[in-house]
């Protein structure tokens, strides 16, 4: 059986009117992850382009895109619960962030590198 393709330049629905391609391209999630760093041995609940992670001490987290990005200029969305009382999520690699992989730090309202349950870690941007 031969695989064919699908040219389209507008998605189009019965009553919620048209969309243009584009917006679909450029507006998907090219990468994003569900960790849990708070069981001693952190783990990948769920992800998408994320092929593997790496515990780098306490709070800190090295992932590996699957494809990587086409450059260093993607757009990121970070979350998290369970890490204690006003946790913050920190992109370690946000002033020279690299196109095949990522790296942040959690700390707690104390400053201190806590690990914990994390939410989904989401990036938009162009593969290479």
């Known amino acids: 059986m031969a695989l064919g393709k699908i040219k389209a330049d507008t998605l189009e629905h019965s009553t919620a ?52 990005f086409g450059n260093a200029n993607y757009a990121f969305t970070m979350g998290g619960s369970n890490v204690g009382t006003d946790s913050r999520l920190l992109l370690n690699n946000a002033n020279a962030p690299a196109t095949g992989s990522f790296q942040f730090v959690t700390i707690n309202g104390s400053s201190a590198a806590t690990d914990g349950t994390h939410n989904a870690t989401v990036f938009h941007g162009d593969l290479a």
């Open 17 to 68: 009117g048209s969309l243009d391609t584009q917006y679909v391209v450029n507006g998907s999630a090219k990468a994003w992850v569900r960790y849990n760093a708070s069981s001693g041995t952190p783990s990948v609940n769920d992800s998408l382009n994320v092929s593997s992670m790496s515990d780098v001490n306490a709070g800190k987290h090295s992932y590996l895109f699957s494809s990587s």
